[in-house]
Protein backbone atom coordinates (compact mmCIF):
# COMPACT_ATOMS: atom_id res chain seq x y z
CA UNK A 1 0.00 0.00 0.00
CA UNK A 2 1.24 2.97 -1.06
CA UNK A 3 2.05 5.89 2.10
CA UNK A 4 0.44 9.09 1.50
CA UNK A 5 2.57 11.87 1.45
CA UNK A 6 3.33 13.34 4.63
CA UNK A 7 2.94 17.12 4.47
CA UNK A 8 6.30 19.13 4.71
CA UNK A 9 8.03 20.01 7.88
CA UNK A 10 7.76 23.58 8.93
CA UNK A 11 11.11 25.04 8.39
CA UNK A 12 12.79 26.61 11.50
CA UNK A 13 12.88 29.84 12.81
CA UNK A 14 16.00 31.63 14.51
CA UNK A 15 14.36 34.79 14.76
CA UNK A 16 13.81 33.72 18.78
CA UNK A 17 16.90 32.40 19.88
CA UNK A 18 18.90 34.95 18.24
CA UNK A 19 16.45 37.74 20.12
CA UNK A 20 16.70 35.92 23.69
CA UNK A 21 20.78 35.53 23.01
CA UNK A 22 21.12 39.51 22.16
CA UNK A 23 19.04 39.79 25.24
CA UNK A 24 21.46 37.53 27.54
CA UNK A 25 24.37 39.19 25.96
CA UNK A 26 22.93 42.76 26.86
CA UNK A 27 22.57 41.63 30.30
CA UNK A 28 25.89 40.32 30.44
CA UNK A 29 27.47 43.91 29.06
CA UNK A 30 25.25 45.47 31.16
CA UNK A 31 26.67 43.83 34.61
CA UNK A 32 30.12 43.94 33.15
CA UNK A 33 30.41 47.68 32.14
CA UNK A 34 28.52 48.39 35.39
CA UNK A 35 31.07 48.88 38.58
CA UNK A 36 28.40 47.13 40.90
CA UNK A 37 30.15 46.88 44.60
CA UNK A 38 27.51 45.32 46.54
CA UNK A 39 29.82 44.33 49.41
CA UNK A 40 30.54 47.83 50.07
CA UNK A 41 26.86 48.24 51.88
CA UNK A 42 27.48 45.96 53.51
CA UNK A 43 30.82 47.41 55.54
CA UNK A 44 30.98 48.58 59.11
CA UNK A 45 31.15 51.52 58.16
CA UNK A 46 28.35 51.58 56.12
CA UNK A 47 26.15 50.20 58.72
CA UNK A 48 26.95 51.84 61.30
CA UNK A 49 25.98 55.16 59.39
CA UNK A 50 22.94 53.89 57.81
CA UNK A 51 21.64 53.19 61.47
CA UNK A 52 22.44 56.36 62.27
CA UNK A 53 20.92 58.11 59.67
CA UNK A 54 17.62 55.67 59.98
CA UNK A 55 17.40 56.40 63.82
CA UNK A 56 17.17 60.25 62.99
CA UNK A 57 13.42 59.61 61.75
CA UNK A 58 12.31 58.20 64.80
CA UNK A 59 9.97 59.11 66.60
CA UNK A 60 7.98 60.70 64.03
CA UNK A 61 6.26 64.12 64.07
CA UNK A 62 3.24 63.71 66.01
CA UNK A 63 2.35 67.69 67.23
CA UNK A 64 -1.07 68.51 66.11
CA UNK A 65 -0.64 71.77 63.94
CA UNK A 66 2.62 69.05 61.66
CA UNK A 67 -0.05 66.84 61.51
CA UNK A 68 -3.06 69.30 59.88
CA UNK A 69 -0.17 71.08 57.67
CA UNK A 70 0.58 67.18 56.59
CA UNK A 71 -2.86 66.41 55.67
CA UNK A 72 -3.19 69.05 53.74
CA UNK A 73 -0.16 68.82 51.63
CA UNK A 74 -2.41 65.05 51.03
CA UNK A 75 -5.20 66.34 50.14
CA UNK A 76 -3.54 68.80 47.67
CA UNK A 77 -1.05 65.79 46.31
CA UNK A 78 -4.20 63.97 45.90
CA UNK A 79 -5.78 66.44 43.72
CA UNK A 80 -2.91 66.83 41.74
CA UNK A 81 -3.26 63.32 41.01
CA UNK A 82 -6.44 63.06 40.35
CA UNK A 83 -7.19 66.75 38.17
CA UNK A 84 -4.01 65.45 36.12
CA UNK A 85 -5.20 61.97 35.48
CA UNK A 86 -8.36 63.53 34.46
CA UNK A 87 -6.81 66.08 32.23
CA UNK A 88 -4.57 63.58 30.57
CA UNK A 89 -7.64 60.96 29.77
CA UNK A 90 -9.31 63.73 28.14
CA UNK A 91 -6.94 64.62 26.10
CA UNK A 92 -5.51 61.06 25.20
CA UNK A 93 -8.99 60.19 23.97
CA UNK A 94 -9.06 63.04 21.28
CA UNK A 95 -5.61 62.03 20.36
CA UNK A 96 -6.60 58.08 20.06
CA UNK A 97 -8.93 58.61 17.98
CA UNK A 98 -6.75 60.00 14.98
CA UNK A 99 -3.72 57.65 16.14
CA UNK A 100 -6.16 54.66 15.93
CA UNK A 101 -7.21 56.31 12.24
CA UNK A 102 -10.46 56.93 13.37
CA UNK A 103 -12.58 59.77 11.16
CA UNK A 104 -9.39 61.20 8.72
CA UNK A 105 -7.96 64.17 10.59
CA UNK A 106 -4.54 64.46 11.40
CA UNK A 107 -1.94 61.86 9.80
CA UNK A 108 -1.92 58.75 11.84
CA UNK A 109 1.59 58.81 12.54
CA UNK A 110 2.05 62.30 13.25
CA UNK A 111 -0.07 61.81 15.85
CA UNK A 112 1.88 58.68 16.98
CA UNK A 113 4.92 60.61 17.27
CA UNK A 114 3.30 63.67 19.38
CA UNK A 115 2.65 60.40 21.99
CA UNK A 116 5.51 59.00 21.76
CA UNK A 117 6.74 62.56 22.97
CA UNK A 118 5.06 63.12 25.25
CA UNK A 119 5.21 60.05 27.32
CA UNK A 120 9.33 60.15 26.39
CA UNK A 121 9.62 63.28 28.72
CA UNK A 122 9.58 62.17 32.30
CA UNK A 123 7.20 63.89 34.49
CA UNK A 124 9.88 66.16 36.13
CA UNK A 125 11.31 67.41 33.68
CA UNK A 126 8.16 68.38 32.20
CA UNK A 127 7.63 69.92 35.83
CA UNK A 128 10.96 71.79 35.49
CA UNK A 129 9.82 73.30 32.23
CA UNK A 130 6.47 74.69 33.31
CA UNK A 131 7.70 75.83 36.70
CA UNK A 132 9.53 78.27 34.26
CA UNK A 133 5.83 79.34 33.04
CA UNK A 134 3.77 78.56 35.67
CA UNK A 135 5.43 79.59 38.70
CA UNK A 136 6.19 77.67 41.97
CA UNK A 137 2.94 75.31 43.07
CA UNK A 138 1.00 72.72 42.50
CA UNK A 139 -0.24 73.95 39.21
CA UNK A 140 2.60 73.09 37.27
CA UNK A 141 2.65 69.71 39.21
CA UNK A 142 -0.64 69.19 37.94
CA UNK A 143 -0.04 69.74 34.30
CA UNK A 144 3.31 67.83 34.19
CA UNK A 145 1.22 64.92 35.28
CA UNK A 146 -1.39 65.45 32.50
CA UNK A 147 1.36 66.22 29.58
CA UNK A 148 2.90 62.65 30.57
CA UNK A 149 0.16 60.68 31.33
CA UNK A 150 -1.59 62.32 28.19
CA UNK A 151 0.69 60.42 26.07
CA UNK A 152 0.79 56.96 28.36
CA UNK A 153 -3.21 56.76 27.80
CA UNK A 154 -3.62 58.69 24.21
CA UNK A 155 -1.06 54.88 23.17
CA UNK A 156 -3.33 52.80 25.36
CA UNK A 157 -6.43 53.89 24.51
CA UNK A 158 -5.87 53.92 20.51
CA UNK A 159 -4.49 50.01 20.79
CA UNK A 160 -7.65 49.46 23.07
CA UNK A 161 -9.56 51.12 20.10
CA UNK A 162 -7.95 49.39 17.70
CA UNK A 163 -9.10 45.88 19.14
CA UNK A 164 -12.53 46.27 19.19
CA UNK A 165 -14.06 43.92 16.95
CA UNK A 166 -15.32 46.43 13.89
CA UNK A 167 -18.36 44.30 13.00
CA UNK A 168 -21.31 46.45 15.61
CA UNK A 169 -19.96 49.60 13.93
CA UNK A 170 -19.73 48.45 10.50
CA UNK A 171 -23.56 47.10 11.07
CA UNK A 172 -24.75 50.42 12.22
CA UNK A 173 -23.15 52.09 9.50
CA UNK A 174 -24.75 49.71 6.81
CA UNK A 175 -28.02 50.66 8.69
CA UNK A 176 -27.78 54.45 7.74
CA UNK A 177 -26.39 55.37 11.30
CA UNK A 178 -23.74 58.23 11.32
CA UNK A 179 -20.27 57.44 12.23
CA UNK A 180 -19.76 59.49 15.20
CA UNK A 181 -23.19 57.78 16.47
CA UNK A 182 -21.97 54.15 15.80
CA UNK A 183 -18.78 54.67 17.50
CA UNK A 184 -20.61 55.54 20.36
CA UNK A 185 -23.23 53.02 20.47
CA UNK A 186 -20.54 50.06 19.18
CA UNK A 187 -17.22 49.98 19.50
CA UNK A 188 -16.42 52.64 22.45
CA UNK A 189 -18.52 50.41 24.90
CA UNK A 190 -16.04 47.94 24.01
CA UNK A 191 -13.19 49.32 24.37
CA UNK A 192 -14.80 51.65 27.89
CA UNK A 193 -14.07 49.17 30.52
CA UNK A 194 -9.93 48.48 29.17
CA UNK A 195 -9.63 52.28 28.87
CA UNK A 196 -11.49 52.67 32.46
CA UNK A 197 -9.10 50.39 33.87
CA UNK A 198 -5.95 51.76 32.04
CA UNK A 199 -6.87 55.05 33.73
CA UNK A 200 -7.67 53.69 37.32
CA UNK A 201 -3.98 52.17 36.67
CA UNK A 202 -2.20 55.83 35.38
CA UNK A 203 -3.61 57.40 38.93
CA UNK A 204 -2.00 55.28 40.94
CA UNK A 205 1.19 56.01 39.39
CA UNK A 206 0.50 60.00 39.56
CA UNK A 207 0.01 59.49 43.19
CA UNK A 208 3.35 58.16 43.76
CA UNK A 209 4.44 60.97 40.56
CA UNK A 210 2.65 63.59 42.33
CA UNK A 211 4.63 62.75 45.76
CA UNK A 212 8.13 63.25 44.09
CA UNK A 213 7.05 65.96 42.21
CA UNK A 214 7.05 68.44 45.07
CA UNK A 215 10.75 67.84 44.87
CA UNK A 216 10.95 70.31 42.45
CA UNK A 217 8.50 73.00 43.55
CA UNK A 218 5.66 71.75 42.64
CA UNK A 219 3.45 71.79 46.07
CA UNK A 220 2.38 68.69 47.94
CA UNK A 221 3.89 66.09 49.93
CA UNK A 222 7.00 66.19 47.89
CA UNK A 223 7.43 69.97 48.88
CA UNK A 224 7.02 69.58 52.26
CA UNK A 225 9.66 66.27 52.12
CA UNK A 226 12.51 68.26 50.41
CA UNK A 227 11.77 71.48 52.71
CA UNK A 228 12.29 69.31 56.24
CA UNK A 229 15.45 66.86 54.35
CA UNK A 230 17.43 70.47 53.58
CA UNK A 231 16.78 71.67 57.00
CA UNK A 232 17.82 68.13 58.67
CA UNK A 233 14.49 68.31 60.48
CA UNK A 234 14.25 64.32 60.00
CA UNK A 235 11.06 63.72 62.65
CA UNK A 236 9.16 66.30 60.57
CA UNK A 237 10.74 64.22 57.30
CA UNK A 238 9.60 60.49 58.85
CA UNK A 239 5.97 61.98 59.50
CA UNK A 240 5.44 63.06 55.50
CA UNK A 241 7.20 59.42 54.81
CA UNK A 242 4.57 57.90 56.24
CA UNK A 243 1.70 60.28 54.98
CA UNK A 244 2.69 59.04 51.55
CA UNK A 245 2.85 55.59 52.43
CA UNK A 246 -0.72 55.71 53.69
CA UNK A 247 -1.67 58.05 50.70
CA UNK A 248 -0.45 55.50 48.02
CA UNK A 249 -2.19 52.59 50.07
CA UNK A 250 -5.50 54.58 49.94
CA UNK A 251 -5.51 54.76 46.32
CA UNK A 252 -4.06 51.72 45.78
CA UNK A 253 -6.98 50.26 47.50
CA UNK A 254 -9.62 52.60 46.41
CA UNK A 255 -8.31 52.19 42.36
CA UNK A 256 -8.18 47.98 43.05
CA UNK A 257 -11.99 48.30 43.90
CA UNK A 258 -12.70 50.03 41.11
CA UNK A 259 -11.31 47.89 38.92
CA UNK A 260 -13.13 44.71 40.23
CA UNK A 261 -15.99 46.28 39.86
CA UNK A 262 -15.44 47.29 36.13
CA UNK A 263 -14.23 44.00 35.63
CA UNK A 264 -17.28 42.29 36.55
Do not use: C
Request: proline share 7%.
Amino acid sequence: MKRPDLPPSPRRSWSTPLLLAALLALIVASFATLRLDLAAFFTPEAVGTTSEFLGGFAPPETAAPFLRKTLDAALETLSMSALGTLLAALAGLVLALPAAGRWGGPPRAAVRIVLNVLRSIPELVWAALLLVAAGLGPFAGTLALAAHTAGVLGRLFADALENAEPQPEAALRANGAPALTAFFYATLPQSLPQMLSYMLYRWENNIRAAAVLGVVGAGGLGQMLKYHLSLFQMQSAATVVLAMLLLVALVDAISYALRRVLTR
